[in-house]
């Protein structure tokens, strides 16, 4: 895990109240990063997954539910040992003004400004607090109606609000872990990876980065991260060709290209045997259940 923080900018416009975004997901690879807007986070059969919020480091369980209000506070889902090939993520952010101090103040939202105070430092909520609001979040991105989503959404954060078992989990809203000195040469290996998967590269070339030779450092790296370098290197590339997928209108064999992937029969191959899906039904799918209210 690099200490490299990415700054997102969220998809949540002005004029909408939340951003939900429902995907299934068998790679966890969007780097360590934070954004302005809050966020709720579902994750349903993703044992094994590593949960990274500021400086706060767990596995998680079969059921993951964890809001984060803190502005830029870096956090991530990581590959962790999760094998399940189909985890479900469903994801709902909104804005910080969308609870106005005003609003914030009334008698009725109380419990919701103590839960996004506490939020800023993330807060993890248990599975008996997750089971009674699953079958409203479970829903949720299967609702058509824009204003019904909306009533849903509030009152998920509503029913959150009233938990008495959530936990904080950063020490402080600005924390963020520190990375060890035995993992700083895999740090360097990754942070360039993520910004050259685009281009050809070597186990040799990575290597020799870090001064070791080809075979130390593959075993190395494999026991640092659980993946072989190629691997790694692949799940890079189909991480941000499934985002380009999903944010852009670019074109199949472009996405390809750009993402280090050099013949398109191939990238449509590997991209349907890890992802479970085509390119182009994973991009028919992620149109489907992306609402914005």
Request: charged share 25%.
């Amino acid at each position: 895990m690099s200490n490299k923080v990415l700054k997102e900018i969220t998809k949540l416009s002005d004029k909408d109240c939340f951003y939900i975004v429902e995907r299934y997901k068998s790679e966890f690879d969007y780097p360590l990063h934070g954004h302005e807007d809050y966020e709720l986070n579902f994750i349903e059969h993703g044992k094994g997954l590593r949960r990274v919020i500021g400086d706060s480091v767990e596995t998680v369980g079969d059921y993951e539910l964890t809001l984060v209000t803190g502005k830029d506070l870096a956090h991530v889902w990581e590959q962790g040992t999760c094998d399940n090939p189909a985890v479900r993520e469903i994801t709902i952010q909104f804005s910080p003004r969308l609870f106005s101090d005003e609003l914030l103040s009334r008698r009725q939202f109380d419990s919701i400004r103590r839960m996004l105070k506490r939020a800023e430092q993330g807060l993890t909520f248990s599975l008996d607090t997750i089971i009674k609001v699953y079958a409203t979040l479970d829903k949720l991105p299967s609702i058509r109606d824009p204003f019904d989503q909306v009533l849903y959404t509030f009152k998920i954060l509503y029913d959150l609000s009233l938990a008495t078992d959530s936990r904080v989990l950063a020490s402080s809203p600005m924390a963020q872990i520190a990375p060890g000195p035995q993992s700083r040469r895999v740090m360097k290996v990754r942070e360039y990876i993520s910004e050259h998967y685009a281009s050809e590269l070597s186990l040799e070339q990575l290597a020799g980065m870090v001064g070791m030779s080809p075979t130390a450092f593959s075993r190395f790296f494999k026991q640092r991260t659980g993946r072989t370098l190629m691997e790694y290197i692949l799940d890079v590339r189909l991480g941000n060709a499934a985002r380009m997928l999903v944010d852009t209108t670019t074109s199949i064999s472009e996405i390809c290209f750009a993402c280090g992937f050099n013949n398109l029969s191939n990238f449509n191959r590997i991209f349907k045997k890890r992802r479970g899906y085509t390119p182009r039904d994973f991009r028919a799918l992620f149109k489907e259940n992306r609402v914005f209210v």
